[in-house]
């Protein structure tokens, strides 16, 4: 009977290869292991996170099934009224909210890393990692790494879904662009999860803060329909969404139409969270006891 290398198999085979040393306290861990080892450690932790994948592929129903009952909800049910305010019907609907859907699921999906991050702790995977000399940053890493690729599996589900529903990508340069931006985003965002997975205390406390974050985020934007019709108070808070701008700047990539501003305005929001959350989320997950 064939056998696949365990994730811990995995990891002590990185450290193996790392030069020895003993566990060095957490505030100087970092310091003293260089980006080679770094770069070693994140290669062999994204290898047991993938291999945790294979072993349990229900985790990857979310990337499968969102996709799918997502696009065929909103363009059926919704997509004969909002098309008509758009000027046409359900084609010109299908249109719009595609560019929107990348949108959405660059920042739903990226809920998982939290609540995947928590798991870990509780189940004390964590705690072994720790006690490892591996860099801390590289533990994190590795789970937005392969959270990115669940969310580019999510993105070849959508697409082709997409097309079957009459979906017409007018520029394939500008489709590239737009999963290279949504994936920027994603990963900022991904951030603010980790911190979220390393200060609660169970999954299912990520995932109530996370709705609470993603659901006004979400439909408070211009992801599923214009915000010209909403309240002005509303419009304002439109204008300041990362997630309207990310939504418009895919239709002007994918359709054709004005890119620059909103793909900028991304980008800076982008860099924002990042340089914001990433220290806090290494730091809390160095200190948490």
Same mark, same amino acid.
């Given at each position: 009977?064939?056998?696949?290398?365990?994730?811990?198999?995995?990891?002590?085979? !990185?450290? &193996?290869?790392?030069?020895?040393?003993? !566990?060095?306290?957490?505030?100087?861990?970092?310091?003293?292991?260089?980006? =080679?080892?770094?770069? =070693?450690?994140?290669?062999?932790?994204? &290898?047991?996170?993938?291999?945790?994948? /294979?072993?349990? #592929?229900?985790?990857?129903?979310?990337?499968?099934? *969102?996709?799918?009952?997502?696009?065929?909800?909103?363009?059926?049910?919704?997509?004969?009224?909002? $098309?008509?305010?758009?000027?046409? $019907?359900?084609? /010109? @609907?299908?249109? @719009?909210?595609? #560019?929107?859907?990348?949108?959405?699921?660059?920042?739903?999906?990226?809920?998982?890393?939290?609540?995947? %991050?928590?798991?870990? %702790?509780?189940?004390?995977? *964590?705690?072994?990692?720790?006690?490892?000399?591996?860099? /801390?940053?590289?533990?994190? %890493?590795?789970?937005?790494?392969?959270?990115?690729? =669940?969310?580019?599996? !999510?993105?070849?589900?959508?697409?082709?879904?997409?097309?079957?529903?009459?979906?017409?990508?007018?520029?394939? !340069?500008?489709?590239?662009?737009?999963? $290279?931006?949504?994936?920027? %985003?994603?990963?900022?965002?991904?951030?603010?999860?980790?911190?979220?997975?390393?200060?609660?205390?169970?999954?299912?406390?990520?995932?109530?803060?996370?709705?609470?974050?993603?659901?006004?985020?979400?439909?408070?934007?211009?992801?599923?329909?214009?915000?010209?019709?909403? #309240?002005?108070?509303?419009?304002?808070?439109?204008? @300041?969404?990362?997630?309207?701008?990310?939504?418009?700047?895919?239709?002007?990539?994918?359709? $054709?139409?004005?890119?620059?501003?909103?793909?900028?305005?991304?980008?800076?929001?982008?860099?924002?969270?990042?340089?914001?959350?990433?220290?806090?989320?290494?730091?809390?997950? /160095?200190?948490?006891?």
């Amino acid at each position: 009977m064939s056998s696949h290398p365990s994730p811990t198999t995995t990891l002590n085979e !990185a450290l &193996r290869a790392a030069p020895p040393t003993t !566990a060095p306290a957490p505030t100087a861990s970092d310091v003293r292991i260089p980006l =080679r080892g770094h770069l =070693r450690h994140t290669g062999a932790l994204i &290898r047991r996170n993938l291999l945790w994948i /294979r072993q349990d #592929p229900e985790s990857m129903f979310d990337a499968l099934l *969102m996709p799918i009952v997502f696009t065929l909800l909103f363009v059926y049910v919704f997509g004969g009224s909002i $098309g008509q305010a758009l000027g046409g $019907g359900q084609e /010109r @609907y299908v249109q @719009y909210v595609i #560019p929107g859907m990348l949108a959405m699921m660059s920042m739903t999906l990226s809920q998982g890393v939290g609540t995947g %991050f928590s798991q870990d %702790f509780n189940s004390g995977v *964590m705690d072994r990692f720790r006690t490892l000399p591996i860099g /801390r940053g590289s533990v994190l %890493f590795a789970k937005i790494a392969v959270e990115l690729a =669940r969310m580019l599996f !999510a993105t070849v589900i959508l697409m082709v879904v997409a097309v079957l529903v009459g979906f017409h990508i007018h520029h394939w !340069a500008g489709l590239f662009a737009t999963v $290279g931006l949504s994936a920027l %985003f994603a990963s900022s965002i991904m951030w603010v999860f980790l911190t979220l997975g390393v200060m609660l205390k169970s999954a299912q406390s990520v995932q109530g803060v996370g709705f609470l974050v993603l659901f006004p985020l979400q439909f408070g934007s211009s992801i599923f329909a214009p915000t010209k019709s909403m #309240p002005g108070w509303l419009q304002a808070f439109t204008d @300041y969404n990362p997630l309207s701008t990310l939504a418009d700047a895919a239709r002007g990539l994918m359709i $054709g139409g004005p890119v620059a501003h909103d793909l900028w305005v991304t980008v800076g929001w982008s860099v924002a969270i990042t340089a914001v959350m990433a220290p806090v989320a290494i730091h809390k997950f /160095r200190t948490k006891s």
